[in-house]
């Protein structure tokens, strides 16, 4: 195989041998990664910059004032974000000239200076920008045109029928498709003839027959062709035509002269992209504030259009050298029109001819576009943080390659998405797999944080570990209407994609709630290695299929078990050692292998070869391997040399004879097979549930993150309530202690009540829908505690058992009686607890409305108050005076306590259904930030006999006032149901102290 580029930090390339020195440090003892700073309150409590969620900043090219960029970087820092990525995105207007874009297009002086203000403020303020390759997507550059060599090529088929004797005399056959507007060139690559087969047709594909194909460019004389068919069947005269796709990046034009996409298969595509940045960009200070920043260079998902096949010339000369064939005799089994494959050989002969071809197409777009601008990156002292998805290639091997690889919540289907990336990015040993998330269809000024943390809670999961959110707009451009700028809305005159975030919207008044929430899960999720129960072996590494791997995506990841993809090039990386049972041990640390056929090629069970010794010699050293599927009759992905499918075989036949082997034939026998060789997950349930988790191992700790979440948004029925026992595995043996992490109010607690057999600790696990729980099991009297040398509860007949503040180890319970809790020593303790109060339902409250309407200016916004008493909740959809609202509401009641209420009795308070964002006071002293999924808040210490009086601050989206004050936009967009709805409840609940 080619090597397809170095890994940043590895000492082989994707798809070479490991050389010995690599083989000899990756055989070294492990040693668990430290965490990078101590485990005191503030390493959780206070996350630093650099893990905090960012945005995709969108500019309207270089219409920017410094001044205003400076200001929307304050915006963000104030509001706990960590940076921003700055994009050329303007879809939503439709009048272009309005950017002007020999004046100010990207690129130009006035985007360099904007460019210059955001790195001089983020510096100022700790803040890290990232910068887009080129203006929107895909990568391109001015100055490149369709003809040059730097620019995307398509390979463009004609075609002409031909009966069996008859003679074709005349021009070669013109493509099928004119060429693109700007195309002026196009070269004739090849001539052939080819007899149809109707027993090789598909329902879409004419089928061919292979032997037949016949090269016919030599006979071709000034542009034309006389050739005679023979007598035997009907054939057909191909030809095969070089040139330009002519594709702009979306959304254009950004630039002048127009930018063209760049070839991404070649050297002077990616050359035409540093070229111009070397040129006319990085200017001293540019490169001086880009190295200060330690930011990245971001490319957006590889969404090359074309009519024909994607194409680089030396493709054929890369097929070659890949596979010891000519790639011409192939051509008619891979063309392609708008998409779609056109003609087929006899089945499996396509299938191999297909799965060569883009594999060759991987190792050009991994060498020469993604390694090399990531090289270029580190160059300047940045990063390449990338979508490697979107062709038919090898993303997990991209992911590898990448500095941060990047998914996204709209384009993927399912979690399994995310875990493709996430195995490049473990087995390469890089920290980081970014989301663009947020961005929904027809959701502008509609979009909740509620959504996007439900959207996000499944993708932490999978193993990402960086948000990067779709995104804050620019303020404004000329013409735009209240609340100013959006990238993306109106997006063909309705409302577009994501949401402008920012002090345009309400909720930015609690955004530093989210952003703390999301910073420390970054922060948790950052920290040591990913550790994963099962490799998933895939012959064809594409990601945003939502295809996943059979058991574990619908069987296994309910009972615990966590899997990732690997595909052939990681198994050249030094990581892919076994020792001690386990593979790449120190960092995924894959219990076992799972092997199964090829989902992309009908599900057909094949193996390259060399990848075939490769699993055999990890069988070998020790690693538990499953095979499901037909292996003992397995063949090649790709076309086989001379006896290469028998000596596949062989091989196969010697690691389904080994001990730590297993084959199945029903998939429902996985889980069998992995329990017959001694493995389990990390994490275990008895039984199946929609809790998901990741696993984080540091030197000091083990950090789980679970989730009742879903495997992907649109999943039914929708996610229920979970409530049942977890147990957790331990890395560090019986030194270390449960910690309970609220990634909302930064606070860290040590578990009350939980089971330990020494190997792993046991918990009950009670989430609501989207709803997520870090545990960290870590050296007593980590995070500040002072807990850590006492016993806890292993049983309680009370409600709960629970470590307080100063109190101890306490149960806790909604009702009087007496409740037994057996320690941890051994020692049983008997608890009273006296009278509880009755739940408390508030009768009233007063609501203050601030109305945000359209000010004088596209970006001011003005206030209308309204004063409301309420005999009951209800959305302000249903309010009269509030149906159109958008704004902020602050809701107060007045709870009376009795006289009974003791030091030792408390209260939770229940906000039921509460949308968007809220913060709660009780008796003028503002609580903890509110968990947006389940709102819920432990007010005890707060509370006093007699009266109390509670507030709920509560923002919504503008998305009803829109609806009347942009009709023509947003008019036919559903009134939503905002604000507080509840029921709200005071539950309170008496405790005592066992130890």
């Given at each position: 195989?080619?090597?397809?580029?170095?890994?940043?930090?590895?000492?082989?390339?994707?798809?070479?041998?490991?050389?010995?020195?690599?083989?000899?440090?990756?055989?070294?003892?492990?040693?668990?990664?430290?965490?990078?700073?101590?485990?005191?309150?503030?390493?959780?409590?206070?996350?630093?910059?650099?893990?905090?969620?960012?945005?995709?900043?969108?500019?309207?090219?270089?219409?920017?004032?410094?001044?205003?960029?400076?200001?929307?970087?304050?915006?963000?820092?104030?509001?706990?974000?960590?940076?921003?990525?700055?994009?050329?995105?303007?879809?939503?207007?439709?009048?272009?000239?309005?950017?002007?874009?020999?004046?100010?297009?990207?690129?130009?002086?006035?985007?360099?200076?904007?460019?210059?203000?955001?790195?001089?403020?983020?510096?100022?303020?700790?803040?890290?920008?990232?910068?887009?390759?080129?203006?929107?997507?895909?990568?391109?550059?001015?100055?490149?045109?369709?003809?040059?060599?730097?620019?995307?090529?398509?390979?463009?088929?004609?075609?002409?029928?031909?009966?069996?004797?008859?003679?074709?005399?005349?021009?070669?056959?013109?493509?099928?498709?004119?060429?693109?507007?700007?195309?002026?060139?196009?070269?004739?690559?090849?001539?052939?003839?080819?007899?149809?087969?109707?027993?090789?047709?598909?329902?879409?594909?004419?089928?061919?027959?292979?032997?037949?194909?016949?090269?016919?460019?030599?006979?071709?004389?000034?542009?034309?062709?006389?050739?005679?068919?023979?007598?035997?069947?009907?054939?057909?005269?191909?030809?095969?035509?070089?040139?330009?796709?002519?594709?702009?990046?979306?959304?254009?034009?950004?630039?002048?002269?127009?930018?063209?996409?760049?070839?991404?298969?070649?050297?002077?595509?990616?050359?035409?992209?540093?070229?111009?940045?070397?040129?006319?960009?990085?200017?001293?200070?540019?490169?001086?504030?880009?190295?200060?920043?330690?930011?990245?260079?971001?490319?957006?998902?590889?969404?090359?259009?074309?009519?024909?096949?994607?194409?680089?010339?030396?493709?054929?000369?890369?097929?070659?050298?890949?596979?010891?064939?000519?790639?011409?005799?192939?051509?008619?089994?891979?063309?392609?029109?708008?998409?779609?494959?056109?003609?087929?050989?006899?089945?499996?002969?396509?299938?191999?001819?297909?799965?060569?071809?883009?594999?060759?197409?991987?190792?050009?777009?991994?060498?020469?576009?993604?390694?090399?601008?990531?090289?270029?990156?580190?160059?300047?002292?940045?990063?390449?943080?990338?979508?490697?998805?979107?062709?038919?290639?090898?993303?997990?091997?991209?992911?590898?390659?990448?500095?941060?690889?990047?998914?996204?919540?709209?384009?993927?289907?399912?979690?399994?998405?995310?875990?493709?990336?996430?195995?490049?990015?473990?087995?390469?040993?890089?920290?980081?797999?970014?989301?663009?998330?947020?961005?929904?269809?027809?959701?502008?000024?509609?979009?909740?944080?509620?959504?996007?943390?439900?959207?996000?809670g499944g993708a932490y999961a999978a193993g990402v570990n960086q948000t990067v959110l779709h995104g804050f707009s620019y303020a404004t451009v000329p013409g735009v209407s209240w609340p100013g700028f959006a990238a993306f809305s109106p997006y063909n005159g309705a409302p577009g994609y994501g949401e402008s975030w920012g002090p345009r919207q309400p909720t930015w008044r609690h955004a530093e709630d989210v952003s703390g929430y999301l910073g420390r899960v970054h922060r948790v999720l950052q920290s040591g290695t990913a550790r994963a129960d099962v490799a998933v072996f895939r012959q064809t590494g594409y990601s945003a299929t939502g295809i996943g791997a059979s058991w574990f995506t619908s069987t296994g990841v309910p009972l615990g078990w966590s899997h990732q993809f690997l595909s052939s090039p990681l198994l050249d990386l030094p990581s892919a050692t076994v020792r001690g049972g386990r593979l790449?041990?120190?960092?995924?640390?894959?219990?076992?292998?799972?092997?199964?056929?090829?989902?992309?090629?009908?599900?057909?069970?094949?193996?390259?070869?060399?990848?075939?010794?490769?699993?055999?010699?990890?069988?070998?050293?020790?690693?538990?391997?499953?095979?499901?599927?037909?292996?003992?009759?397995?063949?090649?992905?790709?076309?086989?040399?001379?006896?290469?499918?028998?000596?596949?075989?062989?091989?196969?036949?010697?690691?389904?004879?080994?001990?730590?082997?297993?084959?199945?034939?029903?998939?429902?026998?996985?889980?069998?097979?992995?329990?017959?060789?001694?493995?389990?997950?990390?994490?275990?349930?008895g039984t199946s549930s929609t809790l998901l988790n990741a696993h984080r191992v540091t030197a000091d700790a083990d950090f789980y993150y679970l989730c009742n979440g879903k495997h992907a948004e649109n999943v039914k029925p929708p996610v229920a309530r979970i409530d049942h026992e977890v147990t957790l595995r331990r890395t560090h043996g019986g030194t270390t202690v449960p910690y309970v992490l609220d990634a909302w109010s930064g606070k860290a607690v040590r578990l009350g009540q939980y089971g330990d057999d020494g190997d792993s600790v046991t918990l009950r696990v009670a989430l609501e829908p989207g709803e997520t729980l870090i545990v960290a099991l870590a050296k007593p009297g980590s995070f500040g505690d002072r807990h850590g040398d006492r016993p806890h509860a292993v049983t309680t007949d009370a409600d709960q058992a629970l470590f307080t503040g100063d109190g101890g180890l306490v149960v806790r319970?909604?009702?009087?009686?007496?409740?037994?809790?057996?320690?941890?020593?051994?020692?049983?303790?008997?608890?009273?607890?006296?009278?509880?109060?009755?739940?408390?339902?508030?009768?009233?409250?007063?609501?203050?409305?601030?109305?945000?309407?359209?000010?004088?200016?596209?970006?001011?916004?003005?206030?209308?108050?309204?004063?409301?008493?309420?005999?009951?909740?209800?959305?302000?959809?249903?309010?009269?005076?509030?149906?159109?609202?958008?704004?902020?509401?602050?809701?107060?009641?007045?709870?009376?306590?009795?006289?009974?209420?003791?030091?030792?009795?408390?209260?939770?308070?229940?906000?039921?259904?509460?949308?968007?964002?809220?913060?709660?006071?009780?008796?003028?002293?503002?609580?903890?930030?509110?968990?947006?999924?389940?709102?819920?808040?432990?007010?005890?210490?707060?509370?006093?006999?007699?009266?109390?009086?509670?507030?709920?601050?509560?923002?919504?989206?503008?998305?009803?006032?829109?609806?009347?004050?942009?009709?023509?936009?947003?008019?036919?967009?559903?009134?939503?149901?905002?604000?507080?709805?509840?029921?709200?409840?005071?539950?309170?609940?008496?405790?005592?102290?066992?130890?």
């Amino acid at each position: 195989m080619l090597a397809a580029g170095l890994v940043a930090g590895a000492t082989v390339a994707l798809g070479s041998a490991p050389s010995p020195a690599a083989a000899a440090a990756t055989a070294a003892p492990a040693t668990p990664p430290a965490t990078d700073a101590a485990l005191d309150a503030d390493w959780f409590a206070r996350p630093a910059r650099a893990v905090r969620p960012k945005f995709r900043w969108w500019w309207p090219d270089g219409l920017v004032d410094p001044d205003e960029v400076a200001r929307e970087i304050d915006q963000m820092a104030d509001a706990g974000f960590g940076g921003a990525e700055i994009a050329a995105v303007h879809h939503s207007i439709s009048d272009t000239s309005v950017l002007d874009t020999a004046r100010h297009g990207w690129g130009s002086k006035p985007w360099r200076e904007g460019v210059e203000a955001a790195l001089r403020r983020a510096a100022r303020r700790g803040l890290t920008i990232d910068l887009t390759i080129g203006p929107s997507w895909p990568a391109a550059v001015p100055g490149v045109t369709p003809q040059d060599d730097a620019a995307a090529k398509e390979l463009a088929y004609g075609k002409a029928s031909l009966a069996g004797g008859a003679t074709y005399d005349g021009p070669v056959p013109a493509p099928v498709h004119a060429a693109p507007s700007g195309v002026t060139e196009q070269r004739l690559v090849a001539v052939q003839a080819a007899r149809v087969n109707t027993a090789n047709s598909t329902r879409k594909e004419t089928g061919l027959d292979a032997d037949s194909v016949t090269d016919l460019t030599d006979r071709v004389s000034g542009g034309s062709l006389t050739w005679t068919a023979p007598a035997d069947g009907d054939w057909v005269v191909l030809s095969y035509w070089q040139r330009g796709s002519a594709q702009q990046p979306e959304g254009g034009p950004h630039s002048s002269p127009a930018a063209y996409v760049v070839d991404h298969f070649s050297a002077a595509g990616t050359a035409a992209i540093t070229r111009y940045w070397e040129d006319n960009l990085l200017t001293r200070e540019v490169k001086q504030l880009l190295k200060a920043a330690g930011g990245a260079f971001f490319e957006d998902s590889i969404e090359l259009e074309t009519k024909g096949l994607q194409w680089t010339p030396d493709l054929p000369k890369a097929f070659e050298e890949h596979t010891g064939r000519a790639l011409a005799p192939y051509l008619p089994a891979i063309v392609l029109d708008n998409s779609n494959q056109v003609f087929a050989f006899e089945a499996e002969l396509t299938r191999q001819i297909r799965h060569d071809f883009w594999e060759t197409v991987s190792i050009l777009f991994n060498r020469h576009h993604i390694a090399a601008l990531r090289d270029w990156a580190h160059g300047l002292g940045m990063q390449l943080r990338s979508q490697p998805y979107g062709l038919q290639t090898d993303s997990i091997a991209s992911a590898a390659l990448l500095d941060i690889p990047e998914g996204e919540s709209l384009g993927f289907k399912n979690l399994d998405d995310y875990r493709c990336l996430a195995g490049g990015r473990d087995m390469a040993g890089h920290p980081v797999l970014s989301c663009e998330a947020g961005a929904y269809a027809g959701t502008a000024y509609s979009t909740t944080w509620d959504r996007i943390l439900r959207t996000m809670g499944g993708a932490y999961a999978a193993g990402v570990n960086q948000t990067v959110l779709h995104g804050f707009s620019y303020a404004t451009v000329p013409g735009v209407s209240w609340p100013g700028f959006a990238a993306f809305s109106p997006y063909n005159g309705a409302p577009g994609y994501g949401e402008s975030w920012g002090p345009r919207q309400p909720t930015w008044r609690h955004a530093e709630d989210v952003s703390g929430y999301l910073g420390r899960v970054h922060r948790v999720l950052q920290s040591g290695t990913a550790r994963a129960d099962v490799a998933v072996f895939r012959q064809t590494g594409y990601s945003a299929t939502g295809i996943g791997a059979s058991w574990f995506t619908s069987t296994g990841v309910p009972l615990g078990w966590s899997h990732q993809f690997l595909s052939s090039p990681l198994l050249d990386l030094p990581s892919a050692t076994v020792r001690g049972g386990r593979l790449a041990p120190d960092g995924p640390a894959y219990k076992a292998l799972f092997l199964e056929s090829d989902f992309f090629y009908g599900s057909t069970p094949t193996l390259a070869l060399a990848d075939a010794r490769k699993l055999l010699q990890f069988a070998k050293a020790g690693l538990a391997t499953v095979v499901y599927g037909a292996f003992d009759a397995a063949l090649t992905p790709g076309v086989p040399a001379a006896g290469e499918t028998a000596e596949l075989q062989g091989v196969l036949d010697e690691l389904l004879a080994l001990p730590n082997v297993r084959r199945v034939s029903d998939k429902t026998l996985v889980g069998d097979a992995l329990a017959a060789l001694g493995v389990i997950p990390d994490v275990v349930h008895g039984t199946s549930s929609t809790l998901l988790n990741a696993h984080r191992v540091t030197a000091d700790a083990d950090f789980y993150y679970l989730c009742n979440g879903k495997h992907a948004e649109n999943v039914k029925p929708p996610v229920a309530r979970i409530d049942h026992e977890v147990t957790l595995r331990r890395t560090h043996g019986g030194t270390t202690v449960p910690y309970v992490l609220d990634a909302w109010s930064g606070k860290a607690v040590r578990l009350g009540q939980y089971g330990d057999d020494g190997d792993s600790v046991t918990l009950r696990v009670a989430l609501e829908p989207g709803e997520t729980l870090i545990v960290a099991l870590a050296k007593p009297g980590s995070f500040g505690d002072r807990h850590g040398d006492r016993p806890h509860a292993v049983t309680t007949d009370a409600d709960q058992a629970l470590f307080t503040g100063d109190g101890g180890l306490v149960v806790r319970a909604a009702a009087a009686g007496t409740f037994t809790t057996r320690l941890s020593q051994g020692r049983t303790v008997v608890s009273e607890i006296a009278a509880v109060p009755d739940p408390v339902t508030p009768a009233a409250w007063t609501l203050e409305v601030e109305d945000w309407q359209p000010g004088d200016r596209a970006t001011s916004t003005r206030t209308v108050a309204h004063t409301l008493s309420l005999d009951a909740l209800l959305p302000w959809s249903q309010i009269t005076e509030l149906s159109d609202v958008g704004g902020i509401g602050r809701y107060r009641t007045t709870v009376t306590l009795p006289d009974t209420w003791q030091g030792d009795t408390g209260a939770m308070l229940e906000l039921g259904q509460v949308s968007d964002t809220c913060r709660v006071s009780v008796n003028g002293t503002p609580m903890d930030p509110v968990d947006r999924v389940h709102p819920v808040l432990d007010v005890g210490p707060w509370l006093r006999r007699g009266t109390n009086t509670i507030e709920v601050e509560v923002a919504v989206p503008l998305i009803n006032r829109l609806r009347v004050a942009d009709p023509a936009v947003f008019g036919t967009t559903t009134r939503q149901a905002y604000g507080l709805v509840g029921p709200v409840r005071l539950v309170p609940y008496g405790q005592a102290t066992v130890a």
